[in-house]
């Protein structure tokens, strides 16, 4: 079965740090997602994105964050300047289609998450 | 604004026990409703979703849920756990395109 790849599967940062953090969508999908998990809370939409646009974010999403598809097989998420409370798991998801559609969530393929402690 | 609510973070059961995982949700209009698993190191995957056309959901790996409009509940059952049910368990709700989750519920398997 075909899957959403993310690496690293753990990254440990200093505070003020830029990461990236890496994800290989399933290779036919159009629409692109980064979701984050801080440890015991929801997990939380950050941002979706298509045809090399940002087509909904989160208030999370603030200027610290930036997503690319740079080469048309990678889809990353970078922290500018990492902060404390942006450690959190983080998981990429793809989907064939968008929209409020049940057959679209059904779509949703997740990737197995990036742990990312920033000390 | 849509929100779930998964009541108790952790739950523990013998095997073959029933399995009884809880969420709530709120919503003003109806909604789209979705249980997904997470097993150690894997990402989350779809175990069922409410669609709007039979209120008793059937899922993958002998989990079911009902919708109950009237309690605004849909509760993820399974008759008889089994080892390998261990993982944590999420709740969720659709907002367009995006997806609205509880905090989870991480099912504990005794032998």
Redesign the interface.
């Known amino acids: 079965e075909p ?2 790849t993310q690496t690293p ?1 753990h990254q440990v940062t200093q505070m003020g740090q830029e990461v990236i953090l890496r994800c290989v969508p399933i290779s036919n999908h159009l ?1 692109f ?1 980064w ?1 984050r ?1 801080i440890l ?6 950050l941002v ?1 994105f298509y045809n090399n646009e940002i087509s ?1 974010k989160s208030e999370i999403f603030d200027d610290q964050f930036s997503v690319e598809r740079p080469d048309g097989s990678n889809f990353t998420l970078k922290i500018r300047s990492t902060k404390l409370e942006d450690s959190a798991m983080y ?1 990429c ?1 793809s989907s064939v289609t ?5 057959a ?3 779509k ?6 990036t742990q990312l402690s920033v000390l | 604004a849509q929100s779930v609510t998964q009541l108790g973070s952790h739950v523990s059961v013998s095997e073959g026990a029933l399995v009884l995982l809880r969420c709530n949700y709120s919503s003003s209009v109806p909604p789209y409703l979705f249980w997904y698993v997470q097993y150690p190191n894997q990402g989350l995957q779809l175990l069922l979703k409410y669609t709007s056309a039979a209120t008793l959901v059937k899922g993958i790996n002998g989990f079911e849920a009902e919708f109950k409009k009237s309690e605004t509940s849909f509760h993820l059952t399974k008759p008889s756990a089994h080892m390998s049910d261990a993982a944590e368990y999420f709740c969720a709700v659709t907002v367009t395109d995006k997806l609205i989750f509880g905090t989870g519920t991480r099912l504990q398997v005794f032998p």
């Open positions: 899957e959403v599967s629409y997602y979701y998990q015991g809370q929801k997990v939380e939409f979706s909904e998981f998801a968008a929209g409020v559609s049940t679209t969530n059904e949703l393929f997740f990737g197995s998450g």
